[in-house]
């Protein structure tokens, strides 16, 4: 009964009760109003939770577009994973942490080879250090935006700085990277988070109370001008 168009938007329900719907329905109210779709990003966690909005978002766009007797909109809003968008950002400034926008994406497999192969140019205490154990760190300084100076000894200090420059070199990104590297990007470059601010000008984020602390500094510093900011 209240239409809510700008401005910060909070909805809390329990599960089953039709969030995610709401959620979409206000994307496709937001189009409606005027917002330009490409100015438009919607956020989940899952691939298939993303396609599911996805899916329908079009069949709304595409009934509102028949009602209107007006042909398709050739833009569409950006809906994925926090992931996802962390790679789309990625390819347009990879340039800025040394890759190319065909960079390679390590999964954890890639990852723990790729801290093994560091391993074997240290001599570490194997009761005290193993790439086993390093490897959800690294992931924890990512995910927590730590700084690995203030969490880490010497040697694993050491090794996730080899570790860093190995993934530069062979052009590559791991998992975790692909939300943490866009927010330093936005840290350290506040004329590329400022156009990406002005692209993205309403954020819409589904199960946000899932959230780390990467992924709640990646749609804050986006949100952060506009404040347009809808979650469930």
């Given at each position: 009964?209240?239409?809510h168009s700008h401005?910060p ?6 599960a089953g ?5 709401t959620?979409?329905n206000?994307?496709i109210k937001?189009i409606?109003?005027?917002?330009p779709p490409?100015h438009i990003i919607a956020?989940?966690?899952t691939?298939?939770a993303a396609?599911e909005?996805r899916d329908?978002?079009q ?5 509102a ?7 398709e909109?050739s833009?569409?809003p950006?809906v994925?994973?926090?992931h996802?968008l962390g790679?789309r950002i ?11 926008p065909?960079f ?10 790729l801290?093994?192969q560091?391993?074997k140019?240290?001599k570490l205490?194997k009761?005290r250090h ?7 760190q ?7 935006l730590l ?5 880490l000894?010497?040697p ?6 080899a570790?860093?420059?190995?993934l ?8 975790d990277?692909l939300?943490?590297?866009p ?5 350290q470059h506040?004329s590329?988070l400022?156009r990406?601010?002005?692209?993205f ?7 946000y ?5 990467n992924q ?8 952060e001008k506009h404040q347009?900011?809808s979650v469930?």
């Amino acid at each position: 009964n209240h239409p809510h168009s700008h401005g910060p938007l909070l909805i809390a329900a329990g599960a089953g009760s039709g969030k995610t719907k709401t959620l979409t329905n206000r994307l496709i109210k937001l189009i409606h109003d005027g917002v330009p779709p490409e100015h438009i990003i919607a956020i989940t966690f899952t691939n298939k939770a993303a396609e599911e909005m996805r899916d329908r978002v079009q069949q709304l766009m595409s009934h509102a577009n028949a009602t209107a007797n007006e042909s398709e909109n050739s833009s569409t809003p950006f809906v994925g994973t926090f992931h996802s968008l962390g790679v789309r950002i990625l390819k347009h400034e990879a340039k800025l942490l040394g890759r190319t926008p065909m960079f390679t994406i390590y999964d954890d497999d890639d990852s723990l080879s790729l801290i093994r192969q560091t391993f074997k140019k240290f001599k570490l205490e194997k009761t005290r250090h193993s790439p086993l154990k390093l490897r959800p760190q690294i992931g924890r300084m990512k995910n927590e935006l730590l700084i690995p100076e203030d969490h880490l000894d010497a040697p694993e200090l050491e090794i996730f700085k080899a570790y860093e420059h190995a993934l530069q070199k062979n052009n590559a990104f791991d998992f975790d990277d692909l939300i943490e590297k866009p927010v330093r990007i936005f840290q350290q470059h506040p004329s590329v988070l400022e156009r990406y601010r002005n692209q993205f000008r309403h954020i819409l984020v589904d199960e946000y109370q899932d959230v780390n602390t990467n992924q709640y500094f990646f749609v804050k510093l986006l949100a952060e001008k506009h404040q347009n900011l809808s979650v469930v």
